[in-house]
Antibody, heavy 122, light 111 residues
């Protein structure tokens, strides 16, 4: 059974760095074709992809947010960490992690965490 | 402004068929497989369609996907009240060293 769970602070102050952890189970991130992605959704708005890390430890980022993002993995503990620097109130959103499968059929986000709401306010 | 363009809203009555479009470019839909997600109010997105027209197990066959050129569409047949949700298309984009892109989302209202 595949599960993912996001954890991190519910509230951060402007200019601070956000650190979110995605704990997952039911798959291994070193299996070829497996990836974990981060997606966020501001209240009432659309989904926005942030970053993806794959089985080969290759990383892809939203080009506009790349200067502020890092993503890393700990395959022994089955977790992926996203950090976003210089947080701003416009970064207030629900942050999701998702398992992504990739292969000849393309990429697809087949399992999602419940999401964690992060508010940015002083 | 999303890279993939979806209508902000569509509506239909129970039993009807509705189609949600997703328009892109050669760097995304034109050269990569399309996925669709359903997001019920207050919940995480759920994969509905992958590889343009494949349904994961558990997704009713009322949901179908297609792709032609740089556009894709999601068709919902036999509309039901529980289909009222937001729907998003998504695909890989080969620009900017590779990135994932979502559409702006379509709100489906069942009248």
């Amino acid at each position: 059974q595949v599960t993912l769970r996001e954890s991190g602070p519910a509230l951060v102050k402007p200019t601070e760095t956000l650190t979110l952890t995605c704990n997952f189970s039911g798959f291994s991130l070193i299996t070829r074709g497996m990836c974990v992605a981060w997606v966020r959704q501001p209240p009432g708005k659309a989904l926005e992809w942030l970053a993806l890390i794959d089985w080969d430890d290759d990383k892809y980022f939203n080009a506009f947010l790349k200067p502020r993002l890092t993503v890393s993995r700990d395959t022994s503990r089955n977790l992926v960490v996203l950090t976003m620097t210089n947080m701003d109130p416009v970064d207030t959103a629900t942050y999701y992690c998702a398992r992504v499968q990739s292969g000849f059929g393309g990429y697809y986000f087949d399992y999602w965490g419940h999401g964690t709401l992060v508010s940015v306010s002083s | 402004q999303s890279v993939l363009t979806q209508p902000p809203s569509v509506s239909g009555t129970p039993g009807q068929r509705v189609i949600i479009s997703c328009s892109g470019a050669s760097s995304n839909i034109g050269s990569n497989a399309v996925t669709w997600y359903q997001q019920l109010p207050g919940t995480a997105p759920r994969l509905l369609i992958y590889t343009n027209n494949q349904r994961p197990s558990g997704v009713p066959d009322r949901f179908s996907g297609s792709k032609s050129g740089t556009s894709a569409s999601l068709t919902i047949s036999g509309l039901r009240s529980e289909d009222e949700a937001d729907y998003y298309c998504g695909t890989w984009d080969d620009n900017l060293n590779g990135r994932w892109v979502f559409g702006g989302g379509t709100k489906l209202t069942v009248l």
